[in-house]
C-alpha cells in the first residue's frame, strides 16, 4: 500500500494513542476522531487533521479505512456506521458485546465488499505463531491440555469486567490452537471493587477432541503475568510474553512413561525456541493494509472474532448463573435463522405471510418482502428495499438501497441492481383507473448489471450478462452482453461476462475470453449460442 495519509482512528484513549503512533510511523494517519482535548493534542503532535465527531471523516471520499479504539460497548456502533459509509474497518476486540451483532457486521461487511478485521494482537506475534508453527506440525503430538494466565495489577477499568478486557487475547489464541469451538464452558468471577465488576475470573473450556483449557484473568495480582502453556503427549510448550525475546518461547520435551502401570515423568531441560524481534502492534497494523490494498481476508476477521464473542458470552453467562453453558444452548436461535429460515434478516424488516427466502441471504434495516415472493440463496437486499408482491429472485443477487421491484417483474441469479433502481409494471398508469390486470411483465436474464437510479419499463427483458448504466430509462429490450446508456437507453458496446468493456477484438481485457456475434448475439467462444445469452424475444 502506498504511504497516502487515507486511514483514521476513531478513540484516543490508551490503546488508541498507540495506534495513532504505529499509524503515524507507516505515514498513513489522516487524522483522529475524537472529542477530547488530548486528542486534539495528539493530532498536531502527528501533524494531522482532528474530528470532535466521527460522522465528519465517515463523509470524506479520501479516507479509505477507519481503525476503532473506543469503549467495547462501542464498537458494534462506530463499526457499523463506517460499513454503511463504505470504510474498511478495523476494531478493537472484542468486535462486539452481543453475538448477535458481531454476525450482523459480518454481514455487512460481505454484503459491501469492505475488509473487517479484529484486533487480536497475539495473533501477530511472533511467540505465538512460531507456537502455533510446532503445534500444527505435530512437535506436541495430541494436545490435552492448554491454560493461559494474564495477571497485573494493571489498569482498573469500569466499562467492562476483567473477563473483558484480558480474556478475548487467551480464548482468540486457545480456540486457534484447538481448531474448533469448545464443547463447555465453565466460569467463575470474583467481584473485590466494584460489586458488580468483576476483578478475577477462571474460565475452565472442554472440546470434542478430548482437549481441555483454562484461562485465569486478574487485574488484582501483585506481579505481571502473560503466559501460554500447551502441553502434548510428547512435550510441552511456553510462551511467556514477559521474558525478552530469547526467552519467550520455550520447548519442554517432557514426557509421562508408564512403569509397572504406574505413570512416571521423563522431565528434559529446556530448549529456547528462535523468534525474531517484531512489534506485534507493527506487524497487526501491517497485516491490515495490507488486507485494504490487496483486498484479502484477515487473519483475525469477523468469523474469527465471532467465535471468541460465542465462547466469552458462554463464559459471562456462567459466572452470572453459576452452571456450565454448552454452546448449543447459549447461542440458541442463530441471527441467520430471523423469520424462520437460514437466513438473516435486520429487526426493521417487514416480511409478509407466503414469502420464502434462501439460505444465506441477508436483508437490511427498513426494507420490505410483500406477500408470495421468492428470493435466492445467498442474495443481498440492501436499506429500504421495496420487493413484490409475487416477485421472484434468483440466487446470490444484490440490491443496493432504494431499490423497487414490483409484482410482474422476474429476476435470474447473479444481477447487480444499484442503489434506486426503479422497475415499472403499467405502462399508463393513472392513480383513479385500476390496471392491475395489464401488468406487463419484465425480465432480468443471469449475470445483468443494472445502474444507479436506471429505469426499467416494464415489458422488456435484459439479456444475460448485460449491464445498463447509470440513470439510464430501459425502453426496449436489451440484447445479452449488450452496454446500453442515456434516455431512452441505447446501446454503445459489448461487455464481458465478468462485466468488462469489449474492443473492436471482442476479447475480454481482464479474463482473455473471446466472443464473436451470431445470428442469436454475442457468444463466449467455445459455448454454443443458447438461450441464456439471448432476450427471450431474440430467441422467438
Excluded at 478486557?165 to 469448545?182: N, Q, Y
Excluded at 458496446?493 to 473492436?504: A, I, K, M, N, Q
Aim: proline residues 4%.
Amino acid at each position: 500500500m502506498s504511504a497516502s495519509r487515507n486511514i483514521a482512528l476513531i478513540g484516543c484513549g490508551y490503546w488508541g494513542r498507540n495506534l495513532a503512533r504505529v499509524l503515524a510511523e507507516k505515514s498513513v494517519l489522516a487524522g483522529i476522531a475524537d472529542p477530547s482535548p488530548e486528542a486534539r493534542t495528539l493530532a498536531a503532535q502527528y501533524g494531522v487533521e482532528h474530528w470532535p465527531d466521527s460522522n465528519v471523516l465517515l463523509a470524506r471520499a479520501d479516507i479509505a479505512a477507519v481503525m476503532i479504539a473506543t469503549p467495547a460497548e462501542t464498537h458494534y456502533r462506530f463499526a457499523c456506521d463506517a460499513l454503511w459509509a463504505d470504510k474498511d474497518v478495523f476494531v478493537e476486540k472484542p468486535i462486539a458485546l452481543d453475538s448477535r451483532d458481531a454476525t450482523e457486521l459480518a454481514a455487512l461487511a460481505a454484503s459491501k465488499d469492505r475488509i473487517l478485521m479484529v484486533g487480536h494482537l497475539l495473533h501477530y506475534h511472533n511467540g505465538f505463531l512460531r507456537l502455533k508453527e510446532l503445534v500444527d506440525k505435530g512437535e506436541l503430538g495430541q494436545l490435552r491440555y492448554i491454560y493461559s494466565n494474564r495477571l497485573n495489577m494493571g489498569k482498573l477499568r469500569r466499562e467492562e469486567n476483567v473477563l473483558w478486557s484480558f480474556a478475548p487475547h487467551d480464548f482468540s489464541m486457545i480456540l486457534a490452537l484447538a481448531g474448533g469451538m469448545p464443547e463447555q464452558v465453565t466460569a467463575t468471577g470474583a467481584a473485590y471493587l466494584h460489586p458488580k465488576i468483576a476483578d478475577t475470573t477462571m474460565t475452565h473450556m472442554t472440546f470434542a477432541s478430548g482437549l481441555r483449557a483454562h484461562v485465569y484473568v486478574s487485574w488484582l495480582h501483585p506481579m505481571k503475568e502473560q503466559r501460554l502453556v500447551v502441553i502434548g503427549e510428547k512435550g510441552m510448550l511456553v510462551f511467556d510474553d514477559t521474558r525478552d525475546w530469547e526467552g519467550k518461547l520455550s520447548l519442554y520435551r517432557h514426557a509421562v512413561e508408564w512403569q509397572q502401570g504406574a505413570p512416571v515423568a521423563s522431565k528434559a531441560e529446556a530448549e529456547s525456541v528462535a523468534l525474531v524481534k517484531a512489534e506485534p502492534l507493527s506487524a497487526e497494523v501491517g497485516h491490515f493494509l495490507e488486507c485494504v490494498a490487496q483486498r484479502r481476508a484477515p487473519r483475525t476477521d469477523a468469523q474469527e472474532a465471532t467465535r471468541v464473542l460465542q465462547a466469552l458470552n458462554c463464559a459471562q453467562r456462567s459466572m452470572e448463573t453459576g452452571l456450565p453453558v454448552r454452546l448449543d444452548t447459549q447461542l440458541g436461535e442463530d441471527p441467520m435463522s430471523a423469520g424462520g429460515g437460514n437466513y438473516f434478516a435486520h429487526d426493521t424488516v417487514a416480511i409478509d405471510p407466503g414469502v420464502e427466502i434462501g439460505a444465506g441471504s441477508r436483508i437490511w434495516h427498513f426494507s420490505h418482502i410483500l406477500g408470495n415472493s421468492r428470493i435466492g440463496r445467498d442474495c443481498v437486499i440492501g436499506q429500504n428495499c421495496a420487493i413484490g408482491p409475487d416477485v421472484t429472485i434468483g440466487n446470490r443477487c444484490k440490491f443496493q438501497n432504494n431499490v423497487s421491484v414490483y409484482k410482474g417483474v422476474s429476476i435470474e441469479d447473479d444481477v447487480f441492481c444499484g442503489p434506486s433502481i426503479v422497475f415499472t409494471n403499467v405502462l399508463n398508469p393513472r392513480a383513479h383507473v385500476e390496471r392491475k390486470e395489464e401488468f406487463a411483465p419484465t425480465m432480468v436474464r443471469k449475470g445483468a448489471t443494472l445502474g444507479a437510479n436506471a429505469t426499467i419499463v416494464c415489458g422488456n427483458e435484459i439479456g444475460a450478462y448485460a449491464m445498463v448504466g447509470a440513470g439510464a430509462v430501459v425502453t426496449r429490450d436489451v440484447p445479452a452482453h449488450a452496454l446500453v446508456v442515456g434516455n431512452p437507453a441505447r446501446q454503445i458496446g459489448w461487455v464481458s461476462h465478468v462485466g468488462e468493456r469489449l474492443g473492436e477484438d471482442l476479447v475480454c481485457p481482464r479474463s482473455a475470453d473471446r466472443y464473436h456475434l451470431s445470428e442469436q448475439g454475442l457468444v463466449r467462444e467455445g459455448e454454443p449460442s443458447s438461450l441464456p445469452h439471448t432476450t427471450a424475444r431474440q430467441a422467438r
